[in-house]
């Protein structure tokens, strides 16, 4: 019989797993054994309880990061590497225990669930080896008659204990990629997932801990953002925030933390520019790619698409053939492409949007009713700029269509939004797609593809509302770490 490797962190509870929290190097549950459900949004049971943390375990986190600060900084290199590398085994060993979870506490289906999975080794993978990309500089001084006998060492530091705060929608992607770059460049680590579905962040832990990550290197702490996140954001031992959620609560985090590192990755309204002269093929299944994957739960889908006028109503004919095959149904099965959305709030915050741009003169083509939590893809053609959906969030399966005259008048209304993520523009226009990668006002912006970050190969951030910082390989490395400059004076002279 194998041995279960997740059983030390769970009990039961009225028959479900109970799961416990990975703090200074032990599973435990909170202090006051308070615990919340955690559910699956396609049917709506419970699958599992997990620990509301109190303050006092808060606490007993940040110091047990602290204590382990010294520890992790002079560890070699090489062996942090080894235990990002041995994490990614783990993680792949049992990467069918990690589908099957996010699946259930998240309702992704099963395609984007394993891509996910695989996407999170990789990147531990390549920060294991970002280990040996921890370098600095080296500069003279003889450039400055008063500094000619000096010269500098610049070197990069961990900043001490990074604090990752995580949303739902990619649960464990997300959170490796703050939480390996972080370890990778020596810093201790606390990870507080979403509440919504941290189970598969609590199975993380324990492979950071078989893969030997010393005591109090990395932490793992469940419960609501609103209970011990103020505790944590403005604790003087945090270092550096890094947190991807929605806007308001990155402001608020922002405003409260002090004098600390903020990285924010935060809400995004991608707009898609088409113009007449795009390959219409390409533009379709790209806008329905980055509008429908995950029911559109994510925070760089195309959420509104400028559609010159010479080409809409191809554009709008093909749109309507392509869509059905974005089938809905249990996210479990292999041909699912369309599963719940996470939250009753998140369902009536989609119909409402879709409601006031119809009542506003938008056609509705296409979906609009839902069941439960399942949404059906949607199509709303001439959408205008006085409609909520031109520029909320939507995150739901929503094909939000507005027709411009031009590519000016596009790129008008694309700036014009709070968020600047990223962007997208069709064309077989050179020149265009230039222009539009010079003028969009966002942190990314493809050419002829739907916006999709994965691995973090290349940085990724946004602008405005959208954040402050990006993330990616070296990138993240870079801001997860702090110069320090050591300066040489020559006073040696060789005899003449
Ligand atoms: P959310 O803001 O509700 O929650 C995110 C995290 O913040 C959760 O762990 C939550 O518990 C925590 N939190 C809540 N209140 C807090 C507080 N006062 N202090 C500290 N932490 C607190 O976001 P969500 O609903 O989980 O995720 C959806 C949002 O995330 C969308 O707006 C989406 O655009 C954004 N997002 C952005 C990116 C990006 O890279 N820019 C990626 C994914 C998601």
């Not at 479990?332 to 989609?350: N, R």
């Not at 119809?358 to 205008?384: C, M, N, Q």
């Amino acid at each position: 019989m194998t041995k279960d490797i997740f059983a030390p962190i769970k009990s039961k509870k009225k028959g479900k797993p109970l799961y416990k929290m990975f703090i200074d190097g032990q599973w435990i549950e909170a202090k006051t054994k308070e615990t919340f459900e955690v559910s699956n949004p396609a049917n709506g049971k419970t699958i599992a309880h997990a620990q509301t943390a109190t303050i006092d375990d808060a606490r007993k986190a940040v110091k047990s990061a602290f204590d382990a600060r010294k520890g992790l900084s002079e560890m070699y290199a090489v062996d942090r590497a080894k235990i990002l590398k041995k994490a990614a085994e783990l993680l792949m060993e049992h990467k069918d225990e990690f589908v099957d979870v996010i699946i259930a506490e998240s309702g992704k289906p099963v395609s984007v669930t394993e891509g996910e999975v695989k996407a999170a080794a990789e990147r531990l993978m390549y920060s294991s080896e970002e280990c040996k990309d921890i370098y600095g500089e080296e500069i003279r001084g003889d450039m400055s008659p008063h500094k000619t006998d000096k010269f500098a060492m610049v070197i990069r530091q961990p900043l001490g204990t990074v604090l990752a705060i995580t949303p739902f929608n990619y649960p464990l992607h997300i959170a490796i990629c703050k939480i390996a770059p972080a370890f990778a460049a020596g810093n201790t680590v606390i990870c507080k997932p979403a509440s919504k579905n941290p189970i598969c962040m609590i199975m993380f832990a324990r492979m950071m801990e078989l893969a030997g990550a010393p005591k109090g290197s990395f932490q793992l702490i469940t419960g609501g953002g609103s209970g011990i996140g103020d505790f944590l954001v403005n604790h003087p031992n945090i270092s550096m925030i890094s947190f991807t959620g929605s806007t308001s609560v990155g402001k608020h985090i922002a405003q409260i933390c002090g004098m600390k590192k903020i990285h924010l990755e935060l809400g995004g309204k991608a707009p898609a520019i088409v113009l007449n002269d795009c390959n219409l093929d390409i533009a379709v299944k790209e806008c329905l790619k980055g509008a429908l994957t995950f029911s559109g739960q994510r925070c760089d889908a195309i959420s509104r698409i400028l559609v010159e006028k010479g080409i809409a109503d191809d554009f709008v004919k093909s749109v309507l053939k392509e869509i059905k095959k974005w089938k809905m149904g249990d996210p479990k099965k292999k041909d699912t492409l369309i599963g719940p959305l996470i939250e009753k709030k998140a369902i009536e915050k989609v119909d409402e949007l879709v409601q006031d741009a119809i009542h506003w003169g938008a056609k509705l083509l296409s979906g609009g009713r839902y069941e439960g939590l399942f949404y059906e893809p949607t199509v709303l053609d001439r959408v205008t700029p006085k409609m909520r959906i031109a520029w909320e969030e939507t995150f739901g399966p929503v094909v939000t269509i507005i027709r411009v005259d031009n590519y000016e008048e596009a790129i008008k209304i694309a700036n014009e939004s709070d968020y600047g993520l990223d962007a997208c523009i069709f064309t077989t226009d050179i020149d265009k797609a230039m222009d539009a990668g010079m003028r969009l006002e966002d942190g990314t912006v493809s050419i002829n593809a739907s916006p999709s970050h994965g691995l973090g190969l290349f940085p990724f951030g946004g602008d405005k509302d959208s954040g402050i910082g990006r993330e990616g390989i070296r990138h993240s490395l870079l801001e997860m770490t702090k110069v320090h400059t050591v300066i040489f004076r020559k006073t040696y002279k060789p005899e003449k």
